[in-house]
């Protein structure tokens, strides 16, 4: 099984950027959907995006279209999930999540492995 370690968080001015990672150790994402979702304080663990390994399918959220990018690479065997335009309402842990799947899945409730979360905070 896939696991999964998260990096690229930090503490952001609203209107800058970040990029996260999200490395598969010991395998690849070959046949795996993977998802970014995020959690704030006292609020539900919600989607981000999700993309299919080989970059055949992708989705994100309302909230974050046209700011944030996901992409794979698998020859790096790592996930990106580039984010610009920050806002504050975007603070959260960001985790990222992966799951052997022929569709793309985009609820949190389907993904089986996770990584331990990043921080990312914006600052108004």
């Known amino acids: 099984q896939v696991q999964l370690v998260e990096s690229g968080g930090g503490v952001v001015q609203a209107g800058g950027s970040l990029r996260l990672s999200c490395a598969a150790s010991?395998?690849?994402?070959?046949?795996?959907?993977v998802g970014w979702f995020r959690q704030a304080p006292g609020k539900e663990r919600e989607f981000v995006a999700a993309?299919?390994?080989?970059?055949?399918?992708?989705d994100d959220a309302d909230s974050v279209k046209g700011r944030f990018t996901i992409s794979v690479d698998n020859a790096k065997n790592t996930v990106y999930l580039q984010m610009i335009s920050l806002k504050p309402e975007d603070t959260a842990v960001y985790y990222c999540?992966?799951?052997?799947?022929?569709?793309?899945?985009?609820?949190?409730?389907?993904?089986?492995?996770w990584g331990q979360g990043t921080q990312v905070t914006v600052s108004s």
């Open positions: 999540a992966a799951r052997y799947s022929p569709i793309l899945l985009t609820r949190w409730r389907e993904y089986a492995t």
């Open positions: 010991e395998r690849s994402f070959t046949s795996y959907s």
């Open positions: 993309i299919r390994w080989n970059n055949s399918n992708r």
